[in-house]
């Protein structure tokens, strides 16, 4: 796969990023992209590997090594390294809906587990999988292509995020009448609002969705279902329903004076800017404003890292982001060898551009909110914070990070984004369609299935599996799909 001396021959290159200064002016992506002849030359990087962990999508100590997907790396990278694009779209179709989504949001679990990145830097496959994508587009290789026979089957999809969009598609092109409810204004769940538009211009979702819509899939927007819409009438009307709601219970932070004004969710923050943005160019002031405010962010994931970059597009005073474990180590410690998921430092964008403008890394590790504080207003004026420490809990002989008596000190606080993650599945939704639901909210099902206890209604995604990654719902909808064709017509062939 592609050549053989390639990974001794050529650097990595990854595609250039505008500088912090320049980047945070705007809300649009800020990757330029590389010739197609310097990309053939990192489809060349590829090695021949033999065992190639780059799409495997095993978990080893509980963490997956390589592409949930599956995707056929190594024969897309050669095909890449000889020029041959329209073959290599053939090959990377047959495993992934939506490259254009994960070729930007993906953490690239594929690089993490890619052989050259034993001894040296892996191969860009993210970027490569993208520059496929972009090529397929600008080239025509992409049109639509309705089902030339319809089955005469209707099925219900509820949600349009990642999950429900693949599921869709696949259903669609199998043949059957597929319709998509989604409860906000705009199609694409957590693609849409979830994700600031510099990590994913909306114009690539809108393209997507105009594709699927030529090829036969319905769209119905502010369809909420188990509230304004009938999950009953559902039931009734379509063969089949696959509910793909996400995870969108977002996990609060339990401390005296939560009540203050001035302390959002992350999410209602990240959705309230895109919605402004897209409705307005963010002039109709209904964005939750970050200006000229001191912010703190409670979360130290990806959302945690959006909520740092769109804050300071927004031109926040200054910016603190709480994480409740340590720092993680710069390099693999010695009980995380490769393959496995590196569990390393990372500086994403959001963090890059804090330290640019306010010159110091915002994150405060091992610490966490002990109380919220308001002025006589009602308003939020500052927190006060706690360090922790690891202790291992007796009775569940578990680790646990807890207070250190006397290491409480105050923060400046206008605004508080809490990015603590999600619990599971909306309670008024799983009621009305009568499914269970284990200890975590998810959705039951068998395990490696997507039947649930309730007769033709099939899960998928986050709904599903708990929070979790873009590729993995596309993952999840796929295969919710080929469960649905299976149990419509006593066999599959998706």
């Not at 606080?413 to 269970?436: H, M, N, P, R, W």
């Amino acid at each position: 796969m592609g050549k053989p001396t390639g990974f001794l021959d050529y650097d990595r290159v990854d595609c250039p990023s505008t500088s912090p200064e320049r980047r945070i002016q705007h809300y649009n992506e800020f990757h330029d992209v590389l010739s197609d002849k310097r990309r053939q030359l990192q489809g060349a990087r590829c090695m021949d590997c033999g065992v190639p962990f780059c799409q495997s999508g095993t978990m080893i100590k509980g963490m997956v090594s390589g592409c949930p997907l599956n995707n056929l790396i190594p024969e897309w990278n050669d095909l890449i390294f000889t020029g041959n694009w329209k073959q290599a779209f053939s090959r990377l179709q047959k495993t992934n809906c939506f490259p254009e989504f994960t070729g930007r949001v993906c953490p690239a679990l594929c690089e993490a587990a890619c052989t050259c990145g034993l001894n040296g830097d892996p191969v860009t496959c993210k970027a490569n999988e993208l520059a496929i994508i972009e090529k397929a587009f600008a080239e025509g290789y992409i049109k639509p292509q309705p089902p030339e026979l319809r089955t005469g089957k209707r099925v219900a999809i509820v949600g349009s995020g990642p999950s429900g969009l693949a599921a869709a598609m696949q259903l669609n092109h199998r043949g059957y009448q597929v319709t998509v409810f989604e409860r906000s204004d705009r199609i694409g769940g957590l693609l849409m609002y979830g994700i600031p538009n510099m990590k994913l211009e909306k114009r690539f979702i809108e393209r997507r969705v105009k594709l699927l819509m030529e090829e036969g899939v319905q769209f119905i927007t502010g369809a909420d279902i188990g509230r304004e819409y009938s999950a009953q009438a559902l039931l009734e009307e379509y063969d089949s329903i696959v509910l793909a709601c996400g995870a969108s219970n977002p996990r609060d932070i339990k401390a005296p004076g939560r009540e203050a004004n001035g302390i959002y969710f992350a999410v209602d923050f990240l959705k309230a800017t895109t919605k402004s943005l897209l409705d307005s160019n963010l002039e109709d002031g209904n964005a939750i404003s970050a200006k000229d405010k001191h912010v703190v962010v409670i979360g130290g994931g990806d959302t945690g890292n959006d909520c740092v970059g769109t804050a300071i597009r927004h031109g926040c005073k200054s910016v603190i982001q709480l994480e409740m474990m340590p720092k993680l180590p710069d390099r693999r410690a010695a009980d995380n060898s490769w393959p496995e998921w590196p569990r390393v430092c990372k500086t994403d964008y959001g963090q890059e551009e804090a330290i640019a403008l306010f010159g110091k890394d915002p994150r405060l590790y091992t610490t966490t909110v002990k109380e919220f504080v308001r002025n006589e207003q009602g308003n939020l004026c500052k927190l006060i914070c706690v360090k922790l420490e690891a202790k291992r809990d007796e009775a569940s002989k578990r680790m646990t990070m807890v207070s250190i008596e006397g290491s409480e000190f105050e923060l400046e606080a206008d605004l508080v984004l809490i990015a603590a993650g999600f619990l599971g599945s909306q309670s008024y939704v799983t009621e009305a369609f009568g499914v269970e639901t284990d200890a975590r909210s998810n959705v039951k099902t068998k395990p490696g299935e997507y039947a649930t206890n309730v007769e033709k209604v099939f899960v998928a995604g986050d709904m599903h599996r708990g929070q979790s990654l873009v590729v993995w719902a596309i993952r999840e909808g796929r295969e919710a799909a080929r469960a649905v064709d299976a149990y419509l017509m006593g066999y599959t062939n998706l």
